[in-house]
């Protein structure tokens, strides 16, 4: 029965996946996530690309071959882990013996947060990907495999550190001292492999770009993310995790030791994140999306919930309330509610669509620059420029006014309204002693270009 349930899970989400992938042209809606395409799709001739911290190495390592097909390569890389996320999220769910289990990938893979950025360059369903094959061998008492498999996903995402910490506690009180000691075994081979490149041993460290008692990005309330739990899963699928959070705390001492773990993971990912906002460090931005990271284990708190629900109900109501849950559920993601999924994310924004006006411009009518002078990540890829060629590219900024790089005749300068103003604080008016090209505009968006002269 549960294979057959597998079964038609599996045709479903390939189905659904594919025809996103090709009737969505969007890249998950965030600068970020071209950013990592970048880097995986130029690391081949720029090797010192797999181990740049910002971009994670690991991702980047594993990435690298699918972004050679351009975005859409990078998506299926991301369909692929959270495919396999899913698998894993309905193995643990199966074992915890929940009637419902095939709900558990379900709910995963239509929370808004976890469908928008499965079809995204980011390295979010990598991370989930890891994470949930950790708990699953964990589950099976597979310790030294699990240490092994959690010790790297620091070099996925930097929360990594958080579920080393939590790995390590659990691996303390089973007493199992080969699991905690293998629990480095990420953190010792990029420390020898970065080593010949940053001649730093302890550059896994010293690297990590966020790594900062400061954020320039601001901060705001302790209970920012607690509200922002509805526009991360929906609202019916919230109700059932709260209820699932409820069920598994006050039932705490008779849950297995592996719900227990899930439990932990959330909380302590969760609190991070919320004190990392409250407190202004680690250049914390707020943002929801880094709890797609760990959204497998949201889903089996939500199943425990709804199982918990279905359990609860007396017989003759059952049936049909089980019924409106599950279509309120499977409905909700495609209504208008804010705390939906926003289609709009799968789909090239106002901005992305100027960039695209102003590659198509340049390719038909400039023709040829000495370099590129831009800001924004998606020019890079509509250009099909090598951002981290210095002879074809150079970031526009500015410092005390004054703009660099160094101008050379021929450069086209690209400014826009966004990544130039807010990431660099370079205004147009800086630019006024340039030669004007064109300006484009799509709605609120603006690029201007320049050509010195």
């Known amino acids: 029965m ?30 970020d996530s071209i950013n990592h395409f970048l880097y995986a799709h130029y690391a081949p001739p720029h090797p010192e690309l797999y181990l740049n911290h910002w971009a994670k190495p690991l991702f980047t390592l594993l990435a690298s071959p699918f972004a050679q097909f351009g975005f859409i390569g990078i998506k299926l890389f991301n369909i692929l882990c959270a495919y396999r996320a899913s698998y894993f999220t309905f193995k643990i769910v199966s074992k915890l013996r929940i009637k419902q289990s095939i709900l558990g990938p379900v709910f995963y893979f239509i929370f808004p947060i976890s469908f928008v950025t499965t079809f995204s360059g980011l390295t979010e369903p990598l991370c989930a990907f890891i994470l949930i094959a950790s708990i699953y061998l964990f589950q099976h008492k597979k310790y030294l495999t699990c240490a092994f498999l959690i010790s790297v996903t620091p070099f996925v995402r930097s929360e990594g550190l958080i579920f080393l910490a939590v790995l390590a506690f659990f691996f303390i009180y089973l007493k199992n001292w080969k699991a905690f000691a293998l629990l480095s075994f990420g953190h010792i081979v990029y420390s020898l492999i970065g080593y010949f490149h940053y001649q730093d041993i302890l550059w896994v460290f010293t690297k990590i770009p966020y790594a900062h008692l400061s954020s320039h990005y601001g901060g705001g309330s302790l209970f920012h993310f607690a509200e922002k739990l509805n526009y991360l899963m929906g609202i019916p699928l919230l109700v059932f995790f709260i209820l699932g959070t409820v069920r598994i705390l006050v039932g705490w001492k008779r849950m297995r030791i592996a719900t227990r773990l899930i439990m932990i993971l959330f909380l302590s990912f969760f609190i991070a994140h919320s004190l990392f906002w409250y407190l202004e460090i680690f250049n914390s931005m707020g943002l929801k999306r880094v709890f797609a990271a760990i959204t497998p284990l949201m889903a089996i708190v939500a199943l425990f919930g709804f199982d918990l629900f279905h359990k609860i109900l007396v017989d003759p109501m059952r049936k049909g309330l089980m019924a409106i849950s599950l279509l309120l559920i499977f409905v909700f993601p495609f209504t208008s509610n804010p705390t ?58 500015q410092h005390e006014g004054v703009i660099s790089p160094t101008l050379k005749s021929g450069d086209l300068i690209i400014w826009d309204n966004w990544h130039s103003v807010v990431d660099y604080g370079v205004t147009s008016e800086m630019l006024s002693n340039l030669g004007f090209v064109k300006e484009f505009r799509q709605g609120k968006s603006t690029y201007k270009i320049y050509r010195k002269k």
């Open 2 to 31: 549960k294979k057959n349930q597998w079964k038609l899970f599996t045709i479903g989400y390939w189905v659904i996946s594919i025809f996103i992938v090709f009737y969505f042209n969007g890249t998950g809606n965030e600068a």
């Open 340 to 397: 939906a999924v926003n289609w709009n994310d799968l789909n090239l924004n106002d901005a992305q669509v100027n960039a695209k006006s102003v590659a198509n411009y340049l390719q038909k009518e400039e023709k040829i620059s000495n370099r590129f002078i831009y800001t924004d990540p998606f020019l890079s890829y509509t250009l099909k420029v090598d951002p981290f060629d210095g002879q074809k590219h150079q970031i526009l900024a």
